[in-house]
């Protein structure tokens, strides 16, 4: 018999959910843990966790734990030595691949047709015609991450008639598929990065990844280009970012991840011009709990019928972060 504990951060599963996971599979055990108590009590039988709610309580008592199938897009703030010690399959949630993606494009076009600038202006209750300096419409992005979310976000940009330069860690014929060029061959995108109109950051928090997008890179962009962050908020050195803006360079720049997050209202990210912040929601959907619960109703299908698992990560290629 598989033993399943559920342990989802948000909400709790709807009894529907419940019963269509118990008749997947005749032997199929469902305990919901919404106490920390349920979760330590039901670890040592458990071959499947589902969600990370009490993970770092749990994991110390888990004998027998294969898969952990987490609701999180990146679930790099789980790692920890007991994860490294069980060591069981870790698979992120990919259901929100296409909710993330249009919301990179919509930031990359607000800041394109200086929206912010206009909101403020009618905060301040001034009606003007200036266009305040809109940028001229993209013909190139360059779309670093060829994941789930990097791919959605290239049909999206292909189909608005942009020319997609994708960068990925290897070749991948989904990949290559929704770009126009791809490059994986270490630091070959470097040499390319001068053609991006727009900068689409989409790339899991790794050891290789982490302030990727440091001054040098920065710089490397072209003056008038749009950079978007809704991968991993380590991926970018805020630091350095605000100096590229702060000199005048770049076109704007939109992250819905910072790290680290503005402690407090003086913090200099929020008077950097020409930024754009979205406080971690590229996410949310107003059917959240109906699509999770549909991916993962497909992930334990695919799990018990011996198929090929979405999503999953090499937990020695983690990093520590947001």
Same mark, same amino acid.
């Given at each position: ?14 009894? &529907?959910? *419940?019963? #269509?996971?118990?008749? %997947?599979? !005749? ?8 106490? =920390?108590?349920? @979760? ?113 976000? &290239?049909? *999206?940009? #292909?189909?608005?008639? %942009?020319? !997609? ?8 014929? =989904?990949?290559? @598929? ?145």
């Amino acid at each position: 018999m598989s033993q399943l504990l559920l342990m989802y951060s948000n909400e709790q599963p709807s009894q &529907a959910h *419940i019963e #269509r996971l118990k008749i %997947l599979q !005749v032997d199929v055990s469902v305990v919901v843990a919404d106490t =920390e108590e349920i @979760a330590i009590r039901h670890a040592a039988d458990t071959d499947i966790i589902l969600g990370h709610r009490y993970l770092r309580q749990t994991l110390p008592h888990t004998q027998r734990l294969k898969w952990l199938q987490s609701t999180a897009a990146g679930p790099h703030h789980l790692l920890s030595s007991d994860l490294r010690r069980v060591n069981p399959i870790l698979t992120r949630c990919t259901a929100f691949s296409d909710v993330v993606a249009w919301h990179a494009f919509t930031l990359a076009l607000s800041l394109m047709r200086r929206i912010p600038e206009a909101v403020k202006a009618h905060q301040q209750g001034i009606w003007t015609h200036s266009p305040f300096n809109m940028l001229s419409f993209p013909q190139t992005a360059m779309v670093f991450g060829m994941g789930c979310i990097g791919r959605e976000l &290239a049909i *999206i940009l #292909r189909r608005n008639g %942009l020319t !997609v330069l994708g960068v990925a860690r290897k070749y991948s014929p =989904e990949a290559d @598929a929704v770009c126009d060029e791809l490059f994986y061959e270490k630091n070959d995108w470097l040499e390319h990065l001068h053609r991006a109109d727009f900068c689409f950051i989409t790339l899991p928090l790794t050891k290789n990844t982490y302030h990727l997008f440091d001054e040098t890179v920065l710089h490397t962009l072209p003056q008038h280009a749009v950079l978007v962050n809704v991968g991993r908020g380590g991926v970018v050195d805020t630091d350095a970012l605000v100096s590229t803006l702060q000199e005048g360079h770049l076109g704007g720049a939109a992250l819905d991840v910072i790290d680290p997050v503005p402690s407090s209202s003086f913090d200099p990210v929020w008077a950097a011009p020409r930024l754009l912040i979205t406080p971690k929601v590229a996410v949310f959907h107003p059917e959240h709990q109906k699509k999770l619960e549909a991916f993962i109703e497909d992930q334990v299908r695919r799990y018990l019928n011996g198929e090929k698992l979405l999503g999953i990560i090499t937990i020695n290629n983690l990093a520590e972060g947001d």
